[in-house]
C-alpha cells in the first residue's frame, strides 16, 4: 500500500502534464482545415443569398415599373381620337409616331366632369427615362378646342427610369398596324410620315424595363397590341 501511495503523486503528476501538452500539429491543421471548410460553404450561402435577394428586388422594381407604363399607355391610347377642327377636316389622332416616340389626342379627364380633349406625348430623353407630357386644351367654343392657346398648360412626369434601347430585330417600343393588323412601315428615320398617321389602328408597344440605363441584368419585358376603337381605317371619328 505505500509503495502504491508513493507511486500515486508521480502518476497524477504525468497525467497532468500530459493534460497541458495541448493539441498536436496534426490536430491543428485538420482542425483548421475543417474551419475553412465551414468558413466557405458559410459564406458560399451568404453571397448566394445577397444575390437572390438583389434580384429578386430588382425585378420586383422592373415588373413595377414595367406595368405602371404599360397601363398608363395603353389607357391613353385606347381612347385616341381625331381632334375636330371648326371648318376644316379633323386633326389626325397621332400627331407624331416613331419607334420611340408618340403623341396621340385622346378624351381621357379625371380631373373634373367636362369632357375635354388631352394631347399626350410619350417619348424617351437622354437618360432612357419614359416621359408622359400631358397638355391641357383650350376652349374655342362651340365644342371645338386647340392647344396653342394661354390657358393650355403641359406637365411633364416620369412613368418609366431606365427603358432597355431596341436591339437588333427586336419591336420597338411603338409599333404601328393598320386596320387589316399589318404593321405600317416607318420611314429609315423610324417615324411614320404625315399621310401615315390616319392609317394607324392599333398601336403595339412593347416595354422593356431595367434597373438602371448602365444595368446588366436583362430587364422585364411587357408587350401589348392596344385598338383604337374611336378610329376607322381612314381616321375618321366613328
Known amino acids: 500500500m505505500r509503495r502504491i501511495r508513493e507511486a500515486m503523486p508521480g502518476a497524477l503528476r504525468r497525467d497532468r502534464e500530459a493534460a497541458d501538452a495541448g493539441i498536436s500539429l496534426a490536430e491543428l491543421l485538420v482542425t483548421i482545415t475543417i474551419f475553412g471548410i465551414m468558413m466557405a460553404v458559410v459564406m458560399g450561402i451568404f453571397v448566394s443569398l445577397t444575390r437572390a435577394t438583389s434580384l429578386g428586388q430588382k425585378t420586383d422594381a422592373n415588373v413595377r415599373q414595367a406595368s405602371n407604363g404599360m397601363n398608363e399607355m395603353s389607357r391613353i391610347i385606347r381612347a385616341g381620337t381625331n381632334n375636330p377642327v371648326q371648318n376644316a377636316a379633323p386633326t389626325p389622332a397621332f400627331g407624331d409616331a416613331s419607334r420611340e416616340s408618340l403623341t396621340v389626342f385622346a378624351f381621357v379627364n379625371f380631373k373634373d366632369t367636362t369632357q375635354r380633349p388631352i394631347r ?107 385598338g383604337i376603337p374611336n378610329l376607322t381605317n381612314t381616321g375618321a371619328v366613328s
Do not use: C, H, M
Open 120 to 226: 399626350v406625348t410619350f417619348s424617351i430623353d437622354t437618360q432612357r427615362r419614359l416621359l408622359e407630357t400631358t397638355t391641357q386644351a383650350t376652349d374655342i367654343g362651340s365644342g371645338y378646342w386647340n392647344f396653342t392657346g394661354a390657358t393650355s398648360t403641359s406637365a411633364t412626369r416620369v412613368i418609366a427610369t431606365a427603358v432597355a434601347p431596341q436591339q437588333g430585330s427586336d419591336p420597338a417600343l411603338f409599333s404601328y398596324l393598320g386596320a387589316d393588323g399589318a404593321a405600317i412601315a416607318p420611314q429609315a428615320s423610324g417615324s411614320l410620315l404625315p399621310a401615315q398617321w390616319p392609317l394607324v389602328a392599333a398601336v403595339q408597344i412593347t416595354l422593356k424595363v431595367k434597373n438602371s440605363s448602365t444595368s446588366t441584368d436583362t430587364g422585364v419585358t411587357l408587350q401589348n397590341t392596344v
